[in-house]
């Protein structure tokens, strides 16, 4: 990941104030590998190539006049570059000692090493920057739901009497408009996952299996070296459907289905993407779902437009899919705000219950998937950028079943 810009850093914790204002919040706690990114600017090893939980923090305080509070073991943060924006480093032990023959830091830690990362040290030093801070008593939002149980004791036997309150709704609100460095980084991440696309579709032919097609995808993406990691790479030939960890070898046939379900990782940023091909003429059943697919994914497009409520348009095009040919059409989403996650998907979703309105700056990855017995995978999925006045698609690859 490349270096942060400062203006990016400086509008999130701009709007994350006005959130802790409103809310009466004296401080937000990130603990997850995406929100401490988001919150610090710093991608961790330990929690994005590691997968470990709890090991480091960002703390905002309400007071804009205090810097982001990293806390973080003091051998990964002798990485975090000095001029970070924003931001100042607080350490705590763990099993790794870090020498200074040199005298370049002073102060050693002389205690005994522990076996793993220690909670306990890295929640007291959370309890120890908000008293200094004036921040003994007061309200404060945390990932808890996001903790493993020993960690959230260890955080509540810490916080003394502070109240604890969950950060989930906070992160979403934020995250869910996104600045324009963050933009950027989502436009090249959904143009590197269509190149992949585009690059891999040329050499499929009659007897490509999915194992063959995959593979030659994660070739592709290389060719961009800012755009060359692949965050998930969903494709399917022929009736299978299913997610699969390692993909099937059997030789496609005529008239097989294709589908690509992909996201590429641009510095934390990943798209999320889904185009279908046919290896020749596609059947009568194929051509009727896609065609109420498309005829739902067009409307999508037309009804996104700030001011309007994403249920509105799940229930709108959800009735229009049925009405095209799919009377048994059933999702839970049309569609979820892109981003952080690793999980692709994240908070809010174009769901029948969401009360989320359309906002310029959100990028919404819009869906209309398709997964049946005997048929196999058809998917329609772009990503838009809302506007002031509708919405821009990301996308440019043709939305159309491309016979093979």
Same mark, same amino acid.
């Given at each position: ?13 701009? *709007? ?17 590998? &995406?929100?401490?990114?988001?919150? /610090?600017? #710093? ?9 470990? @939980?709890?090991?480091? =923090? ?33 350490? #705590? %032990? ?26 306990? !040290? ?10 200094? +801070? ?38 979403? !609100? ?49 060719? +961009?070296?800012?755009?060359?990691? /692949? ?39 990943? /798209? ?18 896609? @065609? ?8 999508? =497009? ?16 959800? /009735?229009?899919? *049925? ?6 059409? @059933? ?15 994240? %908070? %809010?979703?174009?769901?029948?219950? &969401? ?10 990855? =819009? ?27 990301? @996308? ?7 016979? =093979?």
């Amino acid at each position: 990941m490349g270096p942060i810009k400062e203006e990016h850093l400086k509008e999130i914790a701009a *709007r994350a104030r006005q959130i802790m204002e409103r809310e009466k919040l004296d401080a937000l706690v990130a603990s997850s590998c &995406e929100n401490f990114y988001y919150l /610090s600017g #710093y991608p961790s090893t330990f929690m994005y190539t590691l997968r470990m @939980n709890e090991v480091a =923090l960002a703390v905002m305080l309400r007071n804009p006049d205090r810097k982001t509070v990293i806390i973080m073991n003091e051998f990964e943060a002798a990485g975090v570059p000095a001029d970070l924006p924003g931001c100042e480093v607080r350490t #705590y %032990p763990t099993w790794v000692d870090v020498d200074d023959p040199f005298g370049l830091k002073g102060g050693q830690f002389q205690g005994k090493r522990p076996t793993a990362h220690q909670v306990q !040290e890295m929640f007291g030093m959370l309890r120890q920057v908000l008293e200094e +801070n004036g921040i003994s008593a007061g309200r404060v939002a945390v990932e808890l739901n996001t903790m493993r149980y020993p960690s959230v004791t260890a955080l509540r036997e810490a916080a003394g009497g502070l109240e604890l309150l969950e950060a989930s709704p906070v992160f979403t !609100e934020l995250r869910a408009i996104k600045t324009p460095w963050e933009i950027e980084r989502l436009r090249k991440s959904c143009a590197y996952a269509e190149a992949g696309i585009a690059e891999t579709v040329r050499g499929i032919q009659v007897g490509s299996s999915a194992a063959d097609i995959a593979h030659a995808y994660l070739q592709a993406l290389m060719k +961009n070296r800012e755009g060359s990691t /692949s965050r998930f790479h969903m494709i399917s030939v022929g009736a299978s459907f299913a997610p699969a960890h390692l993909f099937d070898t059997r030789p496609s046939e005529p008239g097989d289905l294709i589908k690509f379900d992909v996201g590429v990782d641009v510095e934390g940023y990943g /798209s999320d993407i889904a185009r279908t091909f046919v290896l020749g003429t596609p059947s009568g059943t194929v051509e009727r779902v896609y @065609n109420a697919l498309r005829t739902g994914h067009d409307r999508i =497009l037309q009804l996104i437009e700030p001011g309007r409520t994403m249920q509105s348009v799940f229930d709108e095009v959800m /009735s229009l899919i *049925r009405r095209s040919g799919l009377p048994n059409y @059933n999702r839970g989403h049309l569609g979820h705000s892109a981003g952080l996650s690793l999980a692709a998907e994240e %908070p %809010p979703f174009l769901s029948p219950a &969401e009360s989320t309105v359309f906002r310029p700056g959100m990028v919404i990855c =819009l869906e209309t998937p398709y997964y049946g017995y005997g048929v196999g995978s058809i998917m329609i999925e772009d990503m838009v950028l809302v506007t002031e006045d509708g919405c821009e698609r990301l @996308n440019r690859l043709s939305r159309d079943l491309i016979s =093979l």
